[in-house]
């Protein structure tokens, strides 16, 4: 086995710089079971930070539905298989009705860019509203309407047809309190009308239900509802990004544009639709769908293969089977019950929904200046005592905590000790 500084040199030798990595101290993980890692040298870490092995590490089910069908055929979309129809039919039957016809990807940024592609050709329009400090994936079309990117580091900001709203922080966005819907709605609705006295077509509206980059956020209460609303009334359609929070992580429902009483046009999904494995989708009604069939054809080489739909089949399975989406719902509800008892001057905000948690840390309650290198302080601490955390957020300030959802109450527990412990350390 290559040592921890041979992986590190052939890595700055062979991997684009762009590439980041985790921690002050990099981790040599060799192995991963449930909701644990584990080290070159055998030490443990409690995995809270990782939403792509939705169902833990390496399960046993899901191994064995790939390795089976891998023995038996492995093929594209082109001939009649059993496996994708079935796995489709389960997997729509999870969405609201209507939303019926499944197109296959392998990474949430296939799944938006196709998305995308088919809600402009539907509104025959490229102006599109999103929500400041978004992330919507790494593909060209993605990086332009995802202000987290082009408004960061090295990025050029918007194209003219990418119209920007503030993000609907609540706590220390534009708008706050309690009456904070009213002004972000109403951001929505200069977007539009922006479009139409530019005398532009309709606008597409796409959107994460809990914004991940953004920093763990849940949205201002009827904030979506009534962006849809205006959207459609402009003659928009709307997405519901759900790569980061679907499959049953919000404990209370199992998607999370659900949890904001809205159905969307079209649904996108990933990371956790595989547990690992590079599957994802895009999910939406009979008509878009055959808007999109133009008479060109869309073709993916591995998009729908039987390996993957079988892997994806399975996960459904597992999170039905072992009662996952409650066990989101009641763990994450005692997680976020028991950080908010943790008393420490930096701890502006604890939110979430299920298992999709964060932390926002600030030096001053009245300023609410973001407490960034505390969060980072923290999120190294916590590796230290074998706990995976990370920060987000435009001032990568909030502590994330999103684990498989196999998480239990003691891991819970692990964490709350533990970084009660590093908070009274620092404070």
Known sequence: MLSRDQISELRKKHLGPSFSISYNEPLHIVRGEG???FDAEGKRYLDAVNNIQHVGHCHPKVVNAAQKQYEKLNTNTRYLDETIVSYAKDLTNKLPDGLDVCFFTNSGSEANDLALRMARHYTQSKETIVLDAAYHGNLSSLIEISPYKHDGPGGAGAPVYVNTIPMPDSY???YRGNNATDGYVDEVEKAIKHIQKNGNNLPVFIVESLMGCGGQLVLPNGFLKRSFEL?????GICIADEVQIGFGRMGSHFWGFETCHVIPDIVTMGKSMGNGHPLSAVVTTHEIAETF????????SFGGNPV???VGHAV???IEEEGLQQNAHDVGNYLINQLSKID?????QVRGQGLFIGIELVKDKDVLTPASNEADEIVNAMKKSGILMSTDGPDHNVLKIKPPIIFTRENADELVFNLTSIFNQIS
């Open 35 to 37: 909701q644990y890692l």
């Open 316 to 318: 459904l399975n597992v």
């Open 344 to 348: 420490n001057s930096l701890i502006g």
């Open 293 to 300: 069939n133009n008479g060109m054809e869309y073709f993916n």
């Open 172 to 174: 220390r966005g534009k």
């Open 231 to 235: 959207v459609r009334e402009a003659g």
């Open 308 to 310: 993957s739909c079988a």
